[in-house]
T-cell receptor, first 114, second 110 residues
Framework: EAQVTQNPRYLITVTGKKLTVTCSQN?????MSWYRQDPGLGLRQIYY???????DKGDVPEGYKVSRKEKRNFPLILESPSPNQTSLYFC?????????????FGPGTRLTVL | RKEVEQDPGPFNVPEGATVAFNCTYS??????FFWYRQDCRKEPKLLMS???SGNEDGRFTAQLNRASQYISLLIRDSKLSDSATYLC???????????FGKGTMLLVSP
């Protein structure tokens, strides 16, 4: 089954404790992206990647890092999480290399930073 | 500017009703348009792309008006299962990203 998976699905952590949210897709897509979704603000892009070892900032990259060492994986790293990073996070991959066509989203990771 | 604007709703309609949502976009370089559906606390899923000539998929019809810079989604014969948030999504030429509206909530009641 074609899908995007994320882990963990739920996470409660404390300020400053480094964490990684994994994302994996089995559709051989070159384009992958991370979004956060907050009430009243909608979906905002954090980072995206158009290929292995190619990453670019989205609209809200501060406080986040990503890496793209393999085509199928695109982990999101929070080196020192803060309470304002409490949010619902979605990973997505896209059929087009530029990410301008259909995007397939993972199930989401609900993160709470205390 | 990359803004995409939607009425947040909620739109409350009875089963069987016809309902329409509009979405305006500010950047005239926008070149691709989509409607996504998002159920509560779930991931967004593509509902349909929007083509210049307008397109229909069952009970759903999407229209694009480039002159006025808006797209619309019409849902006929609403079902309870149509209750969700509908996201208007735009790609702007030259950007390798999609810009999402904040969504319009639809509630269909028996």
């Amino acid at each position: 089954e074609a899908q995007v998976t994320q882990n963990p699905r739920y996470l409660i952590t404390v300020t400053g404790k480094k964490l990684t949210v994994t994302c994996s897709q089995n559709m051989n897509h070159e384009y992958m992206s991370w979004y956060r979704q907050d009430p009243g603000l909608g979906l905002r892009q954090i980072y995206y990647s158009m290929n292995v070892e190619v990453t670019d900032k989205g609209d809200v990259p501060e406080g986040y890092k990503v890496s793209r060492k393999e085509k199928r994986n695109f982990p999101l790293i929070l080196e020192s999480p803060s309470p304002n990073q409490t949010s619902l996070y979605f990973c997505a991959s896209a059929t087009s290399k530029e990410g301008t066509d259909t995007q397939y989203f993972g199930p989401g990771t609900r993160l709470t930073v205390l | 500017r990359k803004e995409v604007e939607q009425d947040p709703g909620p739109f409350n309609v009875p089963e069987g009703a016809t309902v329409a949502f509009n979405c305006t976009y500010s950047n005239s370089a926008s070149q691709s348009f989509f409607w996504y559906r998002q159920d509560c606390r779930k991931e967004p899923k593509l509902l349909m792309s929007v083509y210049s000539s307008g397109n229909e998929d069952g009970r759903f019809t999407a229209q694009l008006n480039r002159a006025s810079q808006y797209i619309s989604l019409l849902i006929r014969d609403s079902k309870l299962s149509d209750s969700a948030t509908y996201l208007c999504v735009v790609n702007i030429k030259g950007y390798s990203t999609l810009t999402f509206g904040k969504g319009t909530m639809l509630l269909v009641s028996p």
